[in-house]
Structure formats: C-alpha cells, structure tokens
C-alpha cells in the first residue's frame, strides 16, 4: 500500500525544464522540431526502401 501512495504523490511533481517551456509556450516549438524530424526520417525510410525494390527488379 505504501508503494502505491508513492506512485500518486509522485505524480504531482513537475520538473522547471516542464513548467518553464510551458509557461513561454516553447512546448509548441519543440514538438513541432520532433514531428519534422520523424517526418523526416519516415521519408528517408520509405525513399530508400522504393530504390530497394527497384534494384531487386532489376537483378
């Protein structure tokens, strides 16, 4: 039992680095900068894995 009230008064505790990008809406900032990163990478994936397939027709 006490474990749980552990979890649940943890839960309540926010960091500065949190509460300082939300405050200036700098939270905004940051996950756009990672869902342009993903995007990024999935594209990179799927380009690759089309020139993949070209070459295996190919050979």
């Not at 960091?15 to 700098?26: D, F, M, Q, T």
């Not at 996950?31 to 995007?39: D, E, H, N, R, T």
Request: aromatic share 12%; hydrophobic share 55%; charged share 20%.
């Amino acid at each position: 039992m006490l474990l749980v009230t552990l979890q649940l008064f943890a839960q309540d505790q926010d960091s500065a680095l949190v509460k300082a990008l939300y405050s200036s809406e700098r939270i905004y900032v940051v996950v756009v900068c990672v869902a342009i990163i993903l995007f990024g990478l999935l594209f990179f994936l799927f380009s690759i894995d089309r020139r993949l397939k070209k070459l295996e027709k190919k050979s």
